[in-house]
């Protein structure tokens, strides 16, 4: 029974959220859309946004909610971050290896969400099913409640767009990593149960926007 525990869990994961079974796809729109609303700035970052009226940024211990009120929409930036620990605590398990130091963040997350329920079978040895459900439950981390995944490339940022802008829910998650695999996160939802937001040229836009500044 314990053999089979990872395998009754990984479809009961996927009975309850059907998207864990989906693995990244081309984006089906790789067009950009003109900008000229409010820059952001923070971080050490700017990004260039198609939206004009900014209400006020609420800050936390890295991370910020950018409202766009008069648009319906939030934005949250997290800070980049070089060291994903609990990420990497996760993946000693499934590389089953003591020193993880040179597995990047980047290929942590391609493995999560490359790691489908039908990866874990049961005749397999349970350390090796474990390890497959440990990446399941951090895809789902990843994904929640968003409908697809894609793989994108902005030049100087490369990684993965989690939700369709104009599927219900309507959000969208980037995590993008550049050349030194620093890890970007952005999130873009609507407010008050709104409907679309975004296009996804505005989206390219915005992640082909993002840059490092002088100083964070």
């Known amino acids: 029974m314990q053999l089979l525990s990872p395998w009754y869990e990984a479809r009961s994961l996927f009975r309850d959220h059907p998207t864990l079974g989906k693995l990244p796809s081309a984006l089906p729109d790789k067009s950009m859309a003109p900008l000229s609303g409010f820059r952001v700035e923070l971080f050490g970052l700017t990004i260039q946004t198609p939206w004009t009226h900014i209400g006020t940024i609420q800050m936390a211990s890295g991370v910020a909610m950018i409202p766009f009120p008069e648009q319906h929409v939030a934005m949250t930036l997290y800070k980049p971050n070089s060291d994903d620990f609990e990420r990497r605590l996760f993946a000693e ?11 990047s963040n980047s290929r942590l997350i391609a493995a999560e969400l490359s790691t489908t329920p039908d990866d874990v079978k049961w005749w397999k040895r349970s350390k090796q099913n474990e390890a497959r459900t440990f990446l399941l439950e951090m895809k789902l981390l990843l994904i929640g409640n968003l409908n697809e995944i894609y793989s994108v490339d902005f030049g100087n940022l490369k990684g993965f767009q989690l ?8 959000q969208v998650r980037l995590d993008l990593f550049d050349s030194s695999d620093r890890h970007y996160q952005i999130r873009v939802s609507p407010t008050n149960d709104h409907g679309p937001i975004i296009s996804q040229a505005q989206i390219n836009a915005i992640a082909a926007s993002i840059h490092q500044t002088a100083s964070p």
């Open 93 to 103: 398990a499934t590389y089953q290896r003591d020193d993880i130091t040179t597995i």
């Open 163 to 170: 939700g369709n802008p104009s599927l219900p829910p309507y």
